[in-house]
């Protein structure tokens, strides 16, 4: 049974900085991307930035320049630094693992983490 395990959101000034992290629990043979998404209240959830097992970015034009996405070297944690932070950038923050093979002959099906709150507010 795999896992995703968020954390790092919290409360932040506007132009201040949080870095995310999610973690994958349990067996994992491979991952076709990793990614982050936000939903606000309201709001349909969006992609923020995903990477896949290459190292290919892409990010939602209002974070570009501000977000950087990336993953650790065994490719079970992606992470969202984000910087200059403002106040729409309020949202819970998930991520989600596309493709993800438990062996290599397995059934490739998506995660998702429970998200993780960021506030963003003076």
């Known amino acids: 049974q795999v896992q995703l395990e968020e954390s790092g959101g919290g409360l932040v000034q506007p132009g201040g900085s949080l870095r995310l992290s999610c973690a994958a629990s349990g067996s994992i043979f491979s991952i076709y991307r990793m990614g982050w998404h936000r939903q606000a209240p309201g709001d349909q959830r969006e992609l923020v930035a995903s990477?896949?097992?290459?190292?290919?970015?892409n990010y939602v034009d209002s974070v570009k320049g501000r977000f950087t996405i990336s993953r650790d070297g065994a490719k079970r944690t992606v992470y969202l630094q984000m910087n200059s932070l403002k106040p729409e950038d309020t949202a819970v923050y998930y991520c989600?693992?596309?493709?993800?093979?438990?062996?290599?002959?397995?059934?490739?099906?998506?995660?998702w983490g429970q998200g993780t709150q960021v506030t963003v507010s003076s």
């Open positions: 990477i896949t097992g290459g190292g290919d970015t």
């Open positions: 989600k693992f596309q493709g993800v093979r438990t062996t290599s002959t397995s059934r490739s099906r998506d995660y």
